[in-house]
């Protein structure tokens, strides 16, 4: 390829609505255009690698057993209501009408219709296992489309689908996928790690999501560095940090604290630690009653002062699925305060209260008097106040014991590019997709489902790659593997026979190599190929060539290296290799 017959379009400055480092790149290397919120059209440079990273993908998928087919982009909204999710997804779901006032959806994934495929085409427990799979484009209307291609609304996504006879096939497909996906992610080239996950609105029995990991992802992802546990935010365990309860030493006392709405104030006015003080959490839930109306259950969930909540677990508390914070005049009326000074002794009307694991192994702590300026010192379990509901309510933070056991929990950020879900029978028996045994029986299938993120792959590989100068892509999903920069191309014949010789001779032998010939300065023509990341250079010119050499430089080297001319190409090909 050569740039004179390729489309380059670099910009000095990135456009004033580009947040995050891969948009304002991705937009001054001109690999995306923004067309609408959320929408972008894919230049041929940012297309290139695109295609770079399906190719990685369609490989392994095909390797693991995996079988290619395209599902349609607009789908009957009959197959989401026999799920539940026409409803259940909300406004994200693009919905829309033909002509006839037929419901339709635009596809954020294809689990009903994949389903749907299932249920009229395998018959017999002889056609399982099975995996289907697409790479498709998806949409999803974000509320608040940003950070370019990172949250987008369409996107690019490659989805699978396994179907198995029982569970126990159900794991060995999400096993074979889950080794795809380290594959896969590989030979991108990225730092990444998998982490159990929760299911979230898919669905299912247990899921793990591959993150790239880079300072800038929006997720925390917990590990142990002595052991293979890692889990995302939402999902790690968090061990109390008493491994017993205390005895109580202190007397219940009313303690005036005139003005200390919060936990750190209290602790700072009573001189304590700030982990003797709990924190209080109120939720609401509702049922719907015989005559069309709604009850409200009020819950107080209790927190060590120095934790935060995690709302994935709260939500698994029994009870709790479907939970709200309560509002300001439902807390005044079942604690006779405001927030501030709440707390589970002495409240006006009874509430349903569960404690965190640490909170529930604490003695003489401190909490809220329900009423204005005064908290509770010396508070007590049994003694005080009933033994409550227990539950892991709380986000871990560094330090804490892994739960395996192992060593001690550390955190970093993530971009979550991928996720594997076991589905289980959630979809399978919603749309009655069943098979018959060797006994001739009826039998639900079994299914998985693994996606990635295909062009979110490009924003994440450049937030974990990138300096001053711009992108530093990995040779396997760079748009070139090598520039071929020749100075003076359109000046010198030597120059331009050489370059054209060492072009001509990585492509035969199969690097991906484009040649600018497009007669531009050299510093321009560095700072193009820099911004848009290719990361191996080659520049030809008059002198080197005088004394038998050009210069080699990756686009992670401090500075060039001289190679000799019959050289270069094996050089690269070994770097390359690697």
Known sequence: MKASQFFISTLKEAPGDAEIVSHKLMMRAGMIKKLGAGIYSYMPMGLRAIRKVENIVREEMNRAGAVELSMPVVQPAELWQETGRWDKMGPELLRLKDRNERDFAVQPTSEEVVTDIARNEIRSYKQLPLNFYQIQIKFRDERRPRFGIMR?????????????????????????????????????????????????????????????????????????????????????????????RAAPAEALTRTPTPGKAKCEDVAQLLGIALERTIKSIVLATETPTADGGKDTQIWLLLLRGDHDMNEIKASKVPGLAEFRFATEAEIVAAFGTPPGYLGPVGTKVPVKIVADRTVANMSDFVCGANERDYHLTGVNWGRDLPEPLVADLRNVVAGDASPDGKGSLAICRGIEVGHVFALGTRYSEAMNATFLDENGKTQPLQMGCYGIGITRILGAAIEQNYDERGIIWPAAIAPFEVVVCPVGYDRSEAVKAEADRIHAELLAAGVDAILDDRGERPGVMFADWELIGVPHRVVVGDRGLKEGLVEYQGRRDPEAARVGVADVVGHVRGLLAR
């Open 152 to 244: 987008g609304r369409e996107f690019t996504m490659k989805d699978a689908y396994s179907f198995d006879r029982d569970v126990e096939g159900m794991r060995v497909s999400y096993q074979k996928m889950y080794d795809a996906y380290v594959r896969i992610f590989t030979r991108f080239g990225l730092e990444f790690r998998a982490v159990a996950a929760d299911n979230g609105a898919i669905g299912g029995s247990g899921s793990h999501e591959f993150h790239v990991v880079a300072d800038t992802g929006e997720d925390a992802l917990v590990y142990c560095p002595d052991s293979d546990y890692a889990a995302n935010m939402e999902a790690a365990e968090a061990l109390p940090l008493l491994a017993e």
